[in-house]
Each structure stands twice: as structure tokens, then as C-alpha cells.
């Protein structure tokens, strides 16, 4: 009988759909260390909760399910404390007992996302308390609770204090209104708008735990490119039905709009952000939103970039833009968010200086509820770049941070490439704006320049595939992007293990090979695709090596545009000699980077174009020098699928085979890279291969 409970037990816990990698981080799996398990169930022997609220319910079932697979056990829930071992959770207005605590003071501090986890004693019970200011808070401490069980880590003696430092923690999805994703490898979108708003996949409830439980608060459900198609009535239903789904898990809804939408759907002549009859559309377009979705988030927009319409097609200005959409929103508490992913419609000398000259004249020209939100380098999402000169130069108006998780440039969902390390590297990055230690994440959370509002955002890599993200190494990035944006200072590391962990398991050699793994992955993706600075070696899909790129649509859509190789050398020349483009930087980055022979080497021939004999502080030439990061890169990704290889059994096997043929992909396509890549760049160097490259 009981091993018939605990069979039952384990199979819903674990094994019965969760190796298809649907399950992502929650998986639940049970703790395998008996007296581990022993002592959390010691720890959380019931749960007293109100439950009168959505929040709250959503709370008690994934506390039941998270335990009940954890444990193997899921503790009574009630409403008052009967014994000790006893989660307390809620806020002092639901609360008597939290309210009777003494800890406004914190509870002030943590803010209205934020929570405390504590160790205490109420009455003469030894409980631990999850107390937030809100319903949310609560909602994100039992999944940090939960993170806890399910990372091995103690329940007592508990004193967390948690709050986010980013107001904003959106999801951007590149969503068409026909199912397909823009940049999506990880098959057709979640929405399922031929369904909504009768029936709603019941998949988008995951979808909202599983962001809730990394602090993940709005997404914006459709693609910038935006179809005008989803402002109107039939979509606007559609989408408060998705809202009603993920408000519970503390999910706001945004809309990418059509700045074309006055006129494709209102019949108005023109689009003009300064006629008032434009200003009027916009508003009862807010108000007949607001009335479906209370808690409606605002509106994202591309304009005027890529053939998308804008404020420029008037002569008037992205503020100007911005501000006709924020007026309409601002009564209901929305705030548009203005991407600066701009350039010119005629080709720039050098495209990655267009966003400034174009942004930073308008700061402090912006409504209040207007956030701008900027790419994080200055090109388009490449492997590497220097971190967009926006940052730390709009003062008085906040910058959102848009990152990139689907992998449109890195591989897509066929190669594993961990993108913490990469968004540490711009989160990390001192702008000097005001003087040294003035980083991208303090100009994000505004203590720099005391944005009021603050945020950031992650292009998704979600789709319909069982695993959600096409490769189960993509989910590290969603997870990753989530922990980051709640707390930029987290280390590429400590998250990953809290991934690995709660995702593969907890045994040594699992957790090692697949850390080493992870965190060497960026830079081996570097290294065979594009080293030493060089960027956009891709063509129209943007996956496979093209080198030879002369797209005759547009020179900056090319790659002989960026990489500018020829017999003499090779790389852009962003000096104050060439585009100047380091210019924008402060000192004493424009003077570092200025001088190839001070310029990270990381960045060379992103703002040199040096000679193939030009010698690194290494002795090596340049050429060399590529060949050798070539050569390591494609060695890497062999490397990174032998040591798949050693996990084999120790992981489930469903999940080994997938990863692992997606592993020999990419070591295939490493060494397509290279050999591609190198033949290429020697037409013009002239100098010796390695070896015999093999023919691809
Ligand atoms: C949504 C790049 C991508 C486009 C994307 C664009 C953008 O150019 O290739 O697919 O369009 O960036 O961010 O707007």
C-alpha cells in the first residue's frame, strides 16, 4: 500500500509527461536525500493562506503541486496556525497576524513586488512567514520558497528580503496575428487567436507560472512589426481573454502598435501625431481597451525603422510620436514603450551611430509615461558588441533594456548558447556617464539618473514546441533573462546552477559537465561565428555563415559592409578617423577603444581595420589570431558534445537524445563556420590556412 502511494506519488511528480522538458524549471521532481526531504516536510507541515483571491489560488495549487512532487506529500492547507511547521503567507491587509508582525518597515522596503521570507515564531509555534505588501509579492516568495526545496538549499533558519530591482520585466513577443513568430524557432505562437476568445489553451496557464516564478510581470503579445489587425474590437477580445488568464500570476498584457492604426482602422487621412483628430482616435482606442482590460500595460511601437510607419512620415519627431500615444494612455496609468532600433532609410555611412543622433537630441522631450527602449548594443543583437551608446545619455528619460532571447543571431534553437555571460557583459559595462562605476544596470534601475520608472525586455524564444523553447538549453536563456531582470547583480553562474539544478538534477558530475558546458558557450559561439569584434557575417536567415553577403537590397543589410576585408585587411573603421562612431562613447572608453592597441581585443575589428600582419599584445598576427579563434570555436562545440556524451544515462533519455543531436548539429555547423569563413577571408589575406581545412 504505501509503496503503492509512493509509486503513485512519484509517478505524478516526475515521470509522467515531465522528461519531454514541458515542465521547464518547475519539474517538481522528488528530493532524492531522505533526510533532506525529511526536514523540509518538517518545515512545511500546512499552509495557512487566505484564499479568496485568484493570486491566492493560484498560490495554494502551485504550492500543492510543488510539494506534493517535491515531498511527496502536500500539506493541509487552512486558515489559521496549529502546530509548528506552519508557511504563513500573505499580506498585513489579508493577514491579522502578518499585519500584528511589526514589519512594516521592511515590508515598505521590499516594495510592491517584493517579500520577505522569515523564520519566527507565532504564538508558540516555530512558522515561516511569506509577507509582502501584495498578493504578487506573496506570489513570487512561494516560488522563491519553492526555488529553495527545489535547489537543496535549508528552510531554516529563513530571513530573505527580496525586491526587484526593475519595475518592468516584460516578455516582447514577435507574435503574428497568423500563428507564425517573427525570429521564432520554437514552432507557431502560443496565442491561439482563431480560438480566443472562446477557448484558452489551457498551456497559457503554465505559461504564466512559469514566468511568475522567475518575476516575469507583462508581456507584449504581438510582433513590432505590428499589424494594425490586433487594435480592433474582434482582437481586443481576444487578447483581455489571454489578460484574464495571466493576471492572476501578476501578468500584465501590452500591444505592439501600428503607428499607421488611425488611419488603416479609423478611415482618418493620415496618421499625423499633431492632428487632432489622430490624438482623438488614439484616445478611444485607450479607452475601449481599458474598459476590456483594467489593468491594461500600454503600448510598444517600432516606427519608422524597417519600412514601419512613424511620426518621420509628417516631419514630426519619435517624441512627438511617442507622446500622442502616451497622452491617450496616460489617464488609465499606461506607458508606451518607443524602441530606438532605428536607422536611416538611406544607407548611413555607418549604421550603428544612427539611434543616437537620432535619440539623444529628444531627451527630456518625452512624456513622463514614455520609456525608450534600446537594443542592447548598438547594431542588431550580434554575438558581441559594445553596449549601445544610449545608455547612461538620455537623463531625463528612462531607458528600457530590450535583450534577445530567441537566438536569431547565436544559432537559433539549433545551437546551445548560454546568454547570461553576454547580458552580464552589458549589465556590467561602465558607461562612465558619471564617473567610473556608472554601469548599464544603474542607468536601467535609475539610480543613476532617478528615472522614476525602470525596466527591461526580452525578445521570447517561446512557440508551441513541447519543450517551449525548441532547444531544452533555451529555456536556461528565459530562465536567465527572468533572474536577471529581477536582479541584474545575479551571476551568470548562480543562475545557471539554480537552473541546472532544478532542471537536470542535482548529481555532481551532472551538474559540473553541464555548468562547464553552459558557461564556456557564449564565448566558443564567438569563436567559431564571429571573433575579434567582427559582426553580421550572416545573410538572409541569419544563421549560416555568409561572409559573401553583398545583399543589393541595402549595403548596411550586407556583410562586406561590416567586415570591409580586402587585400590590406580587415574591420570597421569606428575611430575618430573613420565613422568616429566611437565618438558617442565617454571618456576614457572613446580614447581606449580609439587605439587598437588598448582596445579590447574582444572589440578590435568593431572599431578598427587593422592589417593581416597587425601584431596583438600577444606577438600573433591578426590573421593568426583568427584562425586560432576559429579553430578553438569549432574545437569547443565538438568538445561541448563530448561532454554530453558522458551524461549519457545520467540523464533521462529523452531529453539526452534531443540535446545531443542538436549538439552534432551545431559541432557540424562549428566547423562549417570556421572552414567557410577562413577560405573566405584568405582570398584576401593571402596567408596560410590551417592545415588541410576539410571541404565542407
Ligand atoms: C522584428 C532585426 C530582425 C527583425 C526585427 C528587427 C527589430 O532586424 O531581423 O526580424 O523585426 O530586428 O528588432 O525590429
Known amino acids: 500500500m504505501c509503496l503503492l502511494a509512493a509509486l503513485s506519488v512519484s509517478a505524478l511528480a516526475g515521470y509522467a509527461h515531465a522528461e519531454t522538458g514541458h515542465d521547464l524549471w ?88 517584493g517579500f520577505l521570507i522569515r523564520s519566527t515564531t507565532v504564538g508558540k509555534h516555530a512558522v515561516t512567514v511569506i509577507a509582502s505588501q501584495s498578493d504578487r509579492g506573496t ?29 518592468l520585466r516584460l516578455l516582447d513577443h514577435w507574435d503574428n496575428l497568423d500563428g507564425t513568430i517573427e525570429r521564432g524557432y520554437a514552432g507557431p505562437s502560443l496565442w491561439n487567436w482563431a480560438e480566443l476568445p472562446g477557448r484558452v489553451d489551457p498551456r497559457i496557464e503554465d505559461y504564466a507560472r512559469a514566468n511568475a516564478s ?40 501590452y500591444l505592439s502598435a501600428n503607428f499607421n492604426a488611425p488611419r488603416a482602422l479609423g478611415g482618418l487621412p493620415t496618421a499625423d501625431p499633431l492632428d487632432p483628430a ?59 514603450m518607443w524602441r530606438a ?10 549604421r550603428v551611430k544612427r539611434a543616437y543622433l537620432e535619440f539623444v537630441p529628444l531627451d527630456g522631450r518625452f512624456r513622463d509615461n514614455v520609456m525608450v527602449q534600446v537594443k542592447n548594443g548598438p547594431l542588431d543583437f550580434q554575438p558581441r558588441e559594445p553596449f549601445s551608446p ?54 536601467l534601475d535609475g539610480s543613476l539618473h532617478g528615472y522614476r520608472r525602470t525596466g527591461i525586455a526580452g525578445v521570447a524564444n517561446t512557440g508551441r514546441d513541447v519543450n517551449w523553447t525548441g532547444h531544452d538549453f533555451g529555456q536556461a536563456n528565459w530562465y536567465a533573462y527572468g533572474r536577471l531582470a529581477w536582479n541584474p547583480d545575479l551571476s551568470a553562474t548562480g543562475i545557471a546552477d539554480e537552473w541546472i539544478g532544478m532542471t537536470w538534477g542535482h548529481a555532481p ?3 559540473s559537465t553541464i555548468r562547464s558546458m553552459m558557461l564556456g558557450s557564449r564565448e566558443t559561439y564567438v569563436d567559431y561565428t564571429m571573433p575579434l569584434g567582427l559582426h553580421h557575417l550572416i545573410g538572409g536567415d541569419h544563421y549560416a555563415p555568409m561572409p559573401e553577403n553583398a545583399d543589393p537590397r541595402r549595403a548596411d543589410w550586407s556583410a562586406i559592409y561590416y567586415h570591409r576585408a580586402d587585400a590590406w585587411g580587415i574591420g570597421f573603421d569606428r575611430t575618430i578617423r573613420g565613422s568616429n562612431a566611437v565618438g558617442q562613447y565617454r571618456s576614457p572608453l572613446r580614447e581606449r577603444w580609439n587605439d587598437p592597441a588598448t582596445c579590447p581585443e574582444t572589440l578590435l575589428l568593431w572599431f578598427h581595420r587593422l592589417p593581416w600582419d597587425y601584431r596583438l599584445a600577444s606577438g600573433v598576427t591578426l590573421w593568426d589570431a583568427l584562425v586560432r579563434h576559429y579553430t578553438k570555436g569549432a574545437d569547443g562545440a565538438r568538445l561541448m558534445e563530448f561532454r554530453w556524451t558522458t551524461l549519457r544515462g545520467k540523464v533521462d533519455d529523452e531529453r539526452y537524445e534531443a540535446v545531443l543531436g542538436k ?21 584576401f589575406s593571402q596567408r596560410p590556412l590551417p592545415g588541410q581545412l576539410p571541404k565542407d
Open 139 to 167: 506570489l513570487y516568495g512561494v516560488f522563491h520558497l519553492l526555488r529553495l526545496v527545489q535547489t537543496g538549499k535549508p528552510l531554516a533558519p529563513l530571513a530573505v528580503e527580496e525586491r526587484p530591482r526593475l519595475a
Open 278 to 336: 489622430v490624438a482623438r482616435w488614439w484616445r478611444d482606442k485607450a479607452t475601449e481597451i481599458y474598459r476590456l482590460i483594467p489593468d491594461f500595460g500600454g503600448f510598444l511601437v517600432k516606427a519608422n525603422s524597417e519600412g514601419q510607419p512613424g511620426p518621420q512620415d509628417y516631419g514630426r519627431t519619435h517624441a512627438d510620436g511617442a507622446n500622442v500615444l502616451a497622452d491617450a494612455v496616460a489617464p488609465h496609468g499606461g506607458i508606451v
Open 214 to 253: 522567475i518575476g516575469i510581470n507583462g508581456a507584449v503579445l504581438n510582433n513590432v512589426n505590428a499589424n494594425a489587425q490586433s487594435l480592433t474590437s474582434s482582437y481586443l477580445d481576444k487578447t483581455a481573454a489571454l489578460a484574464q488568464v495571466l493576471r492572476p500570476y501578476g501578468i500584465r498584457v
Open 26 to 113: 518547475l519539474r517538481y521532481v522528488p528530493v532524492e536525500d531522505s533526510a533532506l526531504r525529511a526536514s523540509y516536510r518538517r518545515s512545511v507541515s500546512s499552509v495557512v493562506i487566505q484564499r479568496d483571491s485568484p493570486t491566492g489560488r493560484a498560490i495554494v495549487a502551485e504550492l500543492r503541486r510543488g510539494l506534493l512532487g517535491l515531498l511527496g506529500t502536500s500539506p493541509p492547507v487552512s486558515q489559521r496556525i496549529a502546530s509548528d511547521g506552519a508557511v504563513l503567507i500573505g499580506t498585513p491587509a489579508n493577514s491579522p497576524v502578518i499585519a500584528g508582525l511589526g514589519w512594516a518597515k521592511p515590508l515598505a522596503r521590499a516594495g510592491d513586488e
Open 341 to 350: 532600433f532605428v536607422y536611416s532609410a538611406e544607407v548611413d555611412v555607418d
Open 663 to 683: 549538439l552534432r548539429q551545431q559541432a557540424a555547423d562549428a566547423a562549417a563556420w570556421r572552414n567557410k569563413t577562413l577560405r573566405y577571408f584568405q582570398q
Open 509 to 511: 558530475d551532472v551538474t
Open 390 to 443: 544610449l545608455f547612461g545619455e538620455m537623463p531625463r528619460t528612462p531607458l528600457m533594456a530590450e535583450l534577445q532571447i530567441t537566438q536569431e543571431y547565436l544559432g537559433q534553437a539549433t545551437h546551445l548558447v548560454y546568454l547570461a555571460p553576454m547580458w552580464k557583459e552589458l549589465l556590467d559595462a561602465d558607461t562612465y556617464v558619471a564617473g567610473p562605476g556608472s554601469t548599464v544596470a544603474k542607468v
